[in-house]
């Protein structure tokens, strides 16, 4: 589980393409300071498991649904991401609860600089929106964000200049494909409040029962 709060950003610095998979070399720092082979980490929002540790950064391994699922598969070499370790057990919870498991893809489509605040409106799918609330939680790219405004297409969020500069939202443009999860709060409150198609009680008239109660078969 992460919190949606960057931690660093890294540099991808090789993609390894396989016919329906990739490997990710990423270039870090602080994430190392603990990072041990076999423990999670997001990258642009995606949760990721390192699989080989250097001084300078890890790999880890993308496959087919993931590149599928998110941006990933548009990274190159240079690229710069987003990333954050798993939440220990004893951490703050300065975001939200975000699983690192990426519902869609979102399109930038204005970015407004208001004051020192930046404005960007995102274009999303009905799927995705269904649980998009004003002021409630969304991670962009893995980002802990509060949706200011949601319209037919899309939502809006207002990102203060520390969180611009701190992640890859800086290196956001309009037409640009970003990584969104939804709160995953929403998403099992609704699967608990559909009906429960249930199974008609298993009889009880079995041969054995009509024969105790006398009846001859």
Known sequence: MFTGIVEEVGKIERI????HSAVLSIQADRILEDLKVGDSVAVNGVCLTATTLSSHGFTADVM???LNRSSLAQLKSGSRVNLERAMPANGRFGGHIVAGHVDGLGKITKIQRD???VWYVIQADPSILRYVV???SIAIDGISLTVAQVTSDGFSISAIPHTVQM???SERREGDLVNLENDVIGKYVEKLCRPVDKQPP???LTKDFLSQCGYEM
Not at 16 to 19: F, S
Request: proline residues 0%; positive net charge.
């Open 134 to 136: 004003e002021k409630g």
């Open 115 to 117: 004051d020192t605040a």
């Open 202 to 204: 298993k009889s009880r």
């Open 16 to 19: 390894q393409k396989g016919r």
């Open 64 to 66: 087919h649904e993931t």
């Open 167 to 169: 992640t890859v939202l």
